[in-house]
């Protein structure tokens, strides 16, 4: 079975532009979580779906940052205008929650660098 | 609230001695608790979880960890240290408040180094 997918792994790109993750999470899930990691800050949780409705979203840094979830199988994370600040590795999960005791599978993350 | 906290951001072990990792919890619930283990560049892996049952949980690559509800813990164990095992882990527990049932709150992580 495919895992969550990612794309792209690696994003290069210049303060100021915007910048788009995208995610696909795994088939029959129903939660989706986006995660953002950084040396100084660690595994910070961003935004969290539910049936794809935003259900906490109390860890976007601020209104540059905004994600969507179109539908069960497809998620966006996107940067507009991007820092320096914002390089992290960015991670995206989704779990079960009717079965899975919370249990998250973790995508292999976007490495972003903002010059 | 549910919280998390691991107690020492690095451990440095030799090669064949006992690994131990240390998480505290607290939660207004019957807690789930789980350990995600994450290599360089790459994302986290569960490596066991409590939910409910015995309290000794065993996972993958030979660790385990028992909950102790008296201690409020759920410390990570492996009796022989394999250099393959050094990696960042993360413990989590479930979130408990209103629609965020579904979220995990993670621990800051503990780095293990293996020393050969």
């Known amino acids: 079975d495919a895992g969550v997918i990612q794309s792209p792994r690696h994003e290069v790109t210049e303060m100021g532009q915007e910048v788009t993750l995208r995610c696909k999470p795994i088939?029959?899930?129903?939660?989706l979580f986006w995660y953002r990691q950084t040396m100084m800050r660690g595994l910070e949780l961003l935004i969290y779906?539910?049936?794809?409705?935003?259900?906490?979203d109390s860890g976007m840094p601020e209104d540059r940052f905004s994600a969507k979830m179109p539908n069960a199988s497809f998620s966006t994370l996107k940067i507009q205008p991007s820092e320096p600040r914002d390089s992290a590795v960015y991670f995206c999960?989704?779990?079960?929650?009717?079965?899975?005791?919370?249990?998250?599978?973790f995508g292999p993350g976007t490495r972003l660098t903002v010059l | 609230a549910q919280s998390v906290t691991q107690l020492g951001s690095h451990v440095s072990v030799s090669e064949g001695a006992l690994v131990l990792l240390r998480c505290n919890y607290s939660?207004?619930?019957?807690?789930?608790l789980f350990w995600y283990v994450q290599y360089p560049n790459q994302g986290l892996q569960l490596l066991l979880k409590?939910?409910?049952?015995?309290?000794l949980v065993k996972g993958i690559n030979g660790f385990e960890a028992e909950f102790k509800k008296s201690e409020t813990s759920f410390h990570l164990t492996k009796p022989s240290a394999h250099m393959s095992d050094a990696a960042e882990y993360f413990c989590?527990?479930?979130?408990?408040?209103?629609?965020?049932?579904?979220?995990?709150?993670f621990g800051k992580g503990t780095k293990l180094s293996v020393k050969p």
């Open positions: 989590a527990v479930r979130d408990a408040y209103g629609g965020s049932q579904g979220n995990l709150i």
């Open positions: 999960a989704s779990s079960f929650d009717r079965a899975s005791y919370n249990e998250q599978f």
């Open positions: 939660s207004s619930v019957p807690p789930y």
């Open positions: 779906f539910n049936n794809n409705v935003p259900i906490d």
């Open positions: 409590y939910t409910t049952g015995a309290t």
């Open positions: 088939s029959g899930h129903n939660s």
